[in-house]
T-cell receptor, first 116, second 112 residues
Framework: KNQVEQSPQSLIILEGKNCTLQ??????????LRWYKQDTGRGPVSLTI?????NTKSNGRYTATLDADTKQSSLHITASQLSDSASYIC???????????????FGRGTQLTVWP | SQTIHQWPATLVQPVGSPLSLECTVE??????LYWYRQAAGRGLQLLFY??????ISSEVPQNLSASRPQDRQFILSSKKLLLSDSGFYLC???????????FGPGTRLTVT
């Protein structure tokens, strides 16, 4: 069964600290893995997209890693800011030969709260 | 760059009433369009996607329907709402040949 599991479900950290969010998936065949940030009441915004051949990708203070062998990904946030408080969603795309319209599987997200 | 508009932003409807949510996009042509629902404490669930005018694919059986009357317009409808239809509805687009999906601001629907 194709699934995406995220941990922890919620996380509270102090401003300026680093944190790492985890994503495990069983989606196969794999096409790509995405991390989205979703502020409360808003649509998700893409942070990173990684394909099978990529094992790390950065976007400012966000760094995502991918281990396609163990089917695990992490999102590391450096020097957290209050504005980082949001839900972070891991999304895995099912491989679809010759098409970018692959079926997406969404994790339930990790709710991050950054305290001053 | 593309822009996604969703209307209305919030909606409270009684059970059994009809529904029409609209999504319009700007800044891109012939996009793939998607409707997602996000229930409280749950992940996003794909409801419909469309690769072109009049072409609709349904992911899950339900009392909702979708239509794409124009290239940049995607409409989600229901003839009779259920309590379980409450949630946050998101419209998204992707461009042909790209993995990236862009999400709209969403519509918060509460069925009472």
């Amino acid at each position: 069964k194709n699934q995406v599991e995220q941990s922890p479900q919620s996380l509270i950290i102090l401003e300026g600290k680093n944190c790492t969010l985890q994503c495990n998936y069983t989606v196969s065949p794999f096409s790509n893995l995405r991390w989205y940030k979703q502020d409360t009441g808003r649509g998700p915004v893409s942070l990173t997209i990684m394909t099978f051949s990529e094992n790390t990708k950065s976007n400012g203070r966000y760094t995502a890693t991918l281990d396609a062998d163990t089917k695990q990904s992490s999102l590391h946030i450096t020097a957290s800011q209050l504005s980082d408080s949001a839900s972070y969603i891991c999304v895995v795309s099912l491989g679809s030969r010759g098409s970018t319209l692959g079926r997406l599987y969404f994790g339930r997200g990790t709710q991050l709260t950054v305290w001053p | 760059s593309q822009t996604i508009h969703q209307w209305p932003a919030t909606l409270v409807q009684p059970v059994g009433s009809p529904l029409s949510l609209e999504c319009t996009v700007e800044g891109t042509s012939n996009p793939n369009l998607y409707w997602y629902r996000q229930a409280a404490g749950r992940g996003l669930q794909l409801l419909f996607y469309s690769v072109g005018i009049g072409q609709i694919s349904s992911e899950v059986p339900q009392n909702l329907s979708a239509s794409r009357p124009q290239d940049r317009q995607f409409i989600l409808s229901s003839k009779k709402l259920l309590l379980s239809d409450s949630g946050f509805y998101l419209c998204a687009l992707s461009r042909t040949g790209s993995y990236e999906q862009y999400f709209g601001p969403g519509t918060r629907l509460t069925v009472t």
